[in-house]
């Protein structure tokens, strides 16, 4: 579409209709010896005679400042402040949006809780300990369904959680540690993950005989996983050669630096459970592969002799 310039006159090409100047040195060229627009000179001639005013010069400027600063703030009801408060208690609801959506109707900024932070502190400090990395869809929940969820995870009813509120382990583990009373989080029954063949070999043995078992138990606060825990008493490990270094297998002047902290890692693991009161059996790998059938007789006799 052909234009002409404003301001030196020639012809040039653009494609929109209200393209006035060819380039951008015309444009600024057009705007020397400008003058401002007659409203801006109204206000600058009113702020000069309203600066030579008794009422500005008597006038306390701190004050009136504070006044303004304080009618822009936008302050919280009776209500959203209880309702805010029952919610940092939960500790659930990390997300301010979320958080305006639960206590409050009205369009009301960050800022409004940001600046009520500000005058309490300690609603700041239940807000930051509130669980870091939650879902949406959790924080999204009621007091009532919260609370429900919590129910259900310290009752360990995984497969529900997971149908009703679409919550799973790694959730899980985060939500529990805000209520340690309630049981370890564990994988009851068969195993959906990934599983080496001897691990394989013990849960078949398992289900065969109808043994309940939980797979992968979590033991002191989440350190260490038991790879078979079976009648609350009996804790089994299955120990593959390489990675465990087995005594029968490899030398211990020749363990590389994995296989010594697998080791290191076996033996405190051990030891623990030992001492907290629980059985302990460990399974090697060798074992299972030339001598099954021991390794079935010996397993099926310690079940039974659990009472």
């Given at each position: ?14 494609p ?13 060229e ?5 003058k ?5 000179k ?47 208690r ?16 009205r ?79 564990n ?6 993950g ?33 790879d ?8 089994i ?38 001492e ?29 002799q659990?009472?």
């Open positions: 579409m052909k234009h002409i310039c404003k301001q030196c006159k020639k012809e040039f090409n653009h929109s209709k209200k393209r006035i100047f060819c380039s951008n040195p015309c444009y600024h057009s705007r020397i010896g400008v401002l627009p007659h409203y801006g109204k206000v600058s001639d009113g702020l000069k005679l309203y600066y030579t005013t008794e009422k500005y010069k008597t006038e306390d400027r701190e004050k009136r400042n504070k006044k303004i600063a304080e009618s822009n703030i936008v302050k919280l009801d009776e209500k959203e402040i209880i309702l805010l408060w029952e919610f940092l939960k500790k659930y609801v990390r997300n301010l949006t979320i958080l305006i959506k639960h206590i409050s109707n369009n009301i900024s960050h800022k409004a809780i940001l600046n009520y932070f500000k005058n309490y502190p300690d609603a700041k400090i239940l807000w930051e300990q509130s669980i870091k990395y939650l879902e949406k869809h959790v924080q999204k929940l009621s007091i009532d369904e919260w609370e429900d969820l919590k129910k259900l995870i310290k009752e360990r009813e995984f497969d529900l959680v997971g149908v009703k509120y679409k919550v799973f382990y790694k959730t899980i583990e985060r939500i529990k540690k805000f209520f340690p009373e309630s049981k370890p989080i994988r009851r029954g068969k195993f959906s990934k599983e080496t063949s001897i691990e394989q070999f013990i849960r078949l043995i398992l289900e065969d005989n109808k043994i309940p078992f939980i797979r992968e138990y979590y033991i002191n606060n989440n350190k260490w996983i038991v078979f825990f079976i009648k609350d008493k009996l804790m490990e299955i120990q593959g050669d390489y990675w465990h270094g087995n005594p029968l297998v490899f030398k211990e002047e020749k363990l590389n630096k994995i296989q010594l902290k697998n080791k290191l890692n076996d033996i405190n693991k051990k030891n623990w459970i030992i907290n009161g629980y059985l302990f059996e460990e399974i090697w790998e060798k074992d299972i592969n030339e001598t099954p059938k021991k390794v079935k007789e010996k397993l099926l006799n310690l079940c039974e659990i009472t």
